[in-house]
């Protein structure tokens, strides 16, 4: 039977001195939702820490579309750190949401956001002490549905068996359609069961229980799902896209935390979607087709957002900012109305080139903290392969660009273990960065008082469903350590510092990435071994995933390593982004050809399939620079 609907904070008050930043615990923060009368009630749940999530620009869009319907009420929750969630289980304490202190059981509807693949067992957890049934297969009539979206929903069959429904795509107009079935449905006397139905018609909603998993030889060994009969569930589910992403709220219901938490600042989304087309990228693949916000709207939508949260730094959000065809008079528009005022303007996420360079000193005023690139690869081949479509001599520009507008410490971003990359590439890395320092010496000067910092940070490339690079095995431990050493070894600059991820994370993100609905044991076993916060460095335990792996006959670094023929059936066949598997294919081809394929924003259409599949187009406001 679900809990009741009850404030219960005299439960959680007197464990609050007991704990770590006890703030995180705490309601009433500045913008949030108190009324909360529903008589629908949703609670959204970001899976990780409070100073994680709070800041999660998803949580706060769904979070202002679900309180302005008519009827339905919503809160958040996070998960709570190990000390609280330890003292919650010692003394009975169910996992509360924020706003109401009321049990997260309680609630109608329960929304995870799947933000990557590591945060699989803290989703077990959050459950857990909650007190809700793990297996949606488990729960009873009255258990809240609980759902899931976000941008790891791409290949979500190892998280599957936890999920009544799960969103594909955009969520601002189909949050309120699921919460509003749900509703309806339940008001009608209507069976769990017909609930789940009456869900799967919505478009970009995918109901796991409605379909089975087959394993043939056209499969990989997870099998492929199909729906089951009589169900009427789409062979393939189509994401939601907001076709006309300016009649969106530019600004969300934005919440001022009590604490430090790790974006603190006023973050404005001004377009949605990337056309580069970078091979390894699954967002660019998935958030297809590009629409840009309208420059009026971004900078009426800051002044108004910085005026009700106080923020003094404001962040232009997207997969790639400086693509809006309005940067530069955008910048040059936020500059003039917010001059004087102490307020910083970030962009996250910065082009190669000259021109993103100029956007970031338009952002930045006077202010030079570091800029960083990602040329990704070290070699003109590899960024060919990978569809990079930047050269060397751009990150020279850039770079020198750079350290004559006053910028002193820049950061280069790659990944090891692409698909063809050689001895030659990893070598390349080393060599691409001490050119970079030598560029900022030449223009700044030499000795410590230059102050010129150059970094290197190197990823392991873990291949993504829904890209060209789903097919590719991923490189095994061994072979990534011995390319680190090569790395390292070919250092000969002490003032470049070059760091590399740690593989075992990337190998268990990586035999998620590929594992099909039987990967869900797998995830409960390291759960059981205590695996909790698995993203967070401190936290992670190889050696408890490597456990559970054995004890269900599985071997890591075999499933993350394996390679598909272009021709296999895969586990998220079944759901789709629009882009289609046959230009996916072409893409595959191409990148083993070394040919690069253009932005369909600069120039023709490239065939990826999602225009005409979803019935969208690409929205931009001016050129493209």
């Not at 039977?1 to 464990?15: G, H, K, T």
Request: proline share 6%.
């Amino acid at each position: 039977m679900r809990l009741a609907r009850e404030d219960l904070f005299r439960l959680i008050e007197p464990l609050l001195p007991l704990v770590e930043k006890p703030s995180r615990y705490l309601d009433h923060e500045w913008g949030a939702v108190e009324d909360q009368p529903g008589p629908f009630h949703a609670c959204l749940i970001y899976p990780d820490a409070y100073e994680v999530g709070q800041p999660n620009l998803g949580i706060s869009i769904l979070y202002d579309a679900l309180n302005a319907a008519e009827g339905i009420s919503c809160e958040r929750c996070y998960l709570p750190w190990h000390d609280m969630a330890d003292l919650m289980r010692e003394r009975h304490v169910p996992l509360l949401a924020l706003e109401s202190a009321a049990p997260v059981a309680s609630f109608d509807l329960v929304g995870f956001t799947l933000a990557h693949e590591l945060v699989a067992t803290n989703i077990v957890e959050t459950l857990d002490l909650a007190g809700i049934p793990v297996r949606a297969a488990e729960r009873a009539e009255d258990d809240a549905i609980v759902i899931a979206g976000g941008p790891s929903v791409w290949n979500a069959e190892p998280l599957a068996p936890m999920f009544d429904a799960i969103l594909l795509g955009d969520g601002e107009d189909a949050i309120v359609e699921i919460a509003a079935c749900v509703r309806d449905a339940r008001s009608a006397g209507a069976s769990r069961e017909n609930i789940l139905l009456a869900l799967s018609r919505i478009q970009g909603v995918y109901v796991p229980s409605l379909y089975d998993v087959v394993v043939d030889d056209t499969s990989t060994r997870w099998g492929y799902a199909v729906p089951k009969a009589g169900t009427g569930a789409p062979e393939v589910v189509l994401k939601r896209c907001v076709a006309d992403f300016a009649s969106t709220p530019a600004c969300a219901e934005h919440i001022v935390p009590y604490m430090s938490i790790v974006q603190d600042r006023l973050a404005i989304e001004v377009l949605r979607g990337c056309a580069r087309g970078c091979r390894f990228c699954q967002a660019g693949m998935t958030y297809r087709p590009v629409r840009e916000r309208p420059m009026d709207q971004v900078v009426e939508a800051s002044e108004r957002g910085l005026a009700e949260t106080g923020y003094d730094e404001l962040s232009l959000t997207s997969l790639s900012t400086t693509d809006h065809s309005q940067c530069a008079p955008m910048l040059n528009e936020l500059d003039a109305r917010l001059s004087g005022r102490g307020i910083r303007v970030s962009i996250p996420s910065q082009r190669l080139d000259s021109f993103g360079v100029d956007m970031a000193n338009a952002a930045s005023g006077s202010k030079r903290g570091g800029l960083t690139f990602a040329p990704e690869a070290g070699t003109q081949r590899l960024r060919d392969v990978i569809n990079k479509n930047v050269t060397e001599e751009d990150l020279e520009r850039a770079a020198r660009n750079a350290f004559e507008h006053g910028w002193r410490r820049v950061k280069l971003y790659f990944m090891m273990g692409l698909p063809t990359e050689t001895d030659d590439d990893i070598l390349a890395i080393p060599a691409a960065t001490h050119r970079v320092l030598e560029i900022g010496r030449e223009v700044v000067g030499r000795g410590k008082k230059s102050k010129v910092q150059v970094s290197a940070s190197v990823a392991v490339f873990v291949p993504k469903a829904y890209t060209p690079f789903q097919w590719a095995g991923q490189l095994e431990v061994g072979e990534v350590e011995r390319r680190a050493r090569l790395l390292l070894g070919a250092n000969t600059d002490r003032d470049v510092k070059i760091s590399y991820h740690d593989p075992r994370t990337s190998l268990v993100e990586g035999a998620l990435s590929k594992m099909g609905r039987a990967g869900f044991d797998l995830v409960l076993a390291a759960w059981r071994r205590g695996c909790r916060f698995d993203a967070w460095t401190s936290e992670f335990n190889y050696d408890a995933w490597e456990a559970a792996a054995q004890e269900l006959g599985y071997d890591l670094p075999s499933i993350a390593s394996e390679g598909f023929p272009l021709d296999t059936r895969l586990p998220w066949d079944h759901t789709s982004p629009g882009v289609s598997k046959g230009f996916l294919q072409r893409e595959w081809r191409r990148a083993a050809q070394g040919v690069t394929t253009p932005d369909c924003t600069r120039d023709s259409c490239v065939g990826c399939g999602v225009c005409p599949t979803l019935g969208v187009d690409n929205v931009v406001w001016g050129e493209r620079a």
